[in-house]
């Protein structure tokens, strides 16, 4: 079955506590972003990486860093979480980033990873 | 900075009627703009998407009408169930750019 996954789907953190969020899709997807999604606020993009070894900053990056090694893998690190992070976190991935010239662009979502950091 | 600004936030409309949401963006490069549909607890899934160069798009009882010139998009629901409750989210993105700017989002409640 084609999907995003993302682990783990709920985490309680404390203050500075490294940790990771990993997303995973098997659809061979170029194209991978991570979102958060706060109240009222809607879904701001983090990260995104285009292609294996390519990525650059979404909207608010600032806290947060990403790899990608591997095309189906695109981890979320945070490496001293704050309170501020607390927020629901989303992965997605789109086949290719045309900028809306083809199909390609529709991005499928992870279940998405509910995090708290106290 | 780019931006996309949504309204209402809140919808409420009884079963069978129209609902409309729309959005606004400030990147005039914007030439393709989905929507999403995100129902409570679950992931954002898309339900229509327009490209700049169609000024209308329809998928059985939702439809995307697009103004380039006034920069704006719209949302059109029409004979609303139950089941259409959820949050709307409107996007914006560009060739040659790689980031998609989300609006943020129109919770549509569909009374029975």
């Known amino acids: 079955e084609a999907q995003v996954t993302q682990n783990p789907r709920y985490l309680i953190t404390v203050t500075g506590k490294k940790l990771t969020v990993t997303c995973s899709q098997n659809?061979?997807?170029?194209?991978m972003s991570w979102y958060r999604q706060d109240p009222g606020l809607g879904l701001r993009q983090i990260y995104y990486?285009?292609?294996?070894?390519?990525?650059d900053k979404g909207d608010v990056p600032e806290g947060y860093k990403v790899s990608r090694k591997e095309k189906r893998n695109f981890p979320l690190i945070l490496e001293s979480p704050s309170p501020n992070q607390t927020s629901l976190y989303f992965c997605?991935?789109?086949?290719?980033?045309?900028?809306?010239?083809?199909?390609?662009?529709?991005?499928?979502f992870g279940p998405g990873t509910r995090l708290t950091v106290l | 900075g780019e931006n996309v600004e949504q309204h209402p936030s809140t919808l409420s409309v009884q079963e069978g009627d129209s609902a409309v949401i729309k959005c606004t963006y400030s990147?005039?490069?914007?030439?393709?703009f989905p929507w999403y549909k995100q129902e409570l607890g679950k992931r954002p899934q898309l339900i229509i998407d327009?490209?700049?160069?169609?000024g209308e798009k329809k998928d059985q009882r939702i439809a995307v009408t697009l103004n380039k010139t006034a920069k704006h998009f719209s949302l059109h629901i029409t004979e609303t169930q139950p089941e259409d409750s959820a949050v709307y989210f409107c996007?914006?993105?560009?060739?040659?750019?790689?980031?998609?700017?989300f609006g943020a989002g129109t919770r549509l409640f569909v009374k029975a």
């Open positions: 997605a991935s789109s086949l290719s980033f045309s900028g809306g010239q083809t199909s390609t662009d529709t991005q499928y």
């Open positions: 659809m061979n997807h170029e194209y």
């Open positions: 990486s285009m292609n294996v070894e390519v990525t």
């Open positions: 990147d005039s490069a914007s030439n393709y």
């Open positions: 327009i490209r700049s160069n169609v």
């Open positions: 996007a914006a993105t560009h060739t040659g750019g790689f980031k998609t700017i």
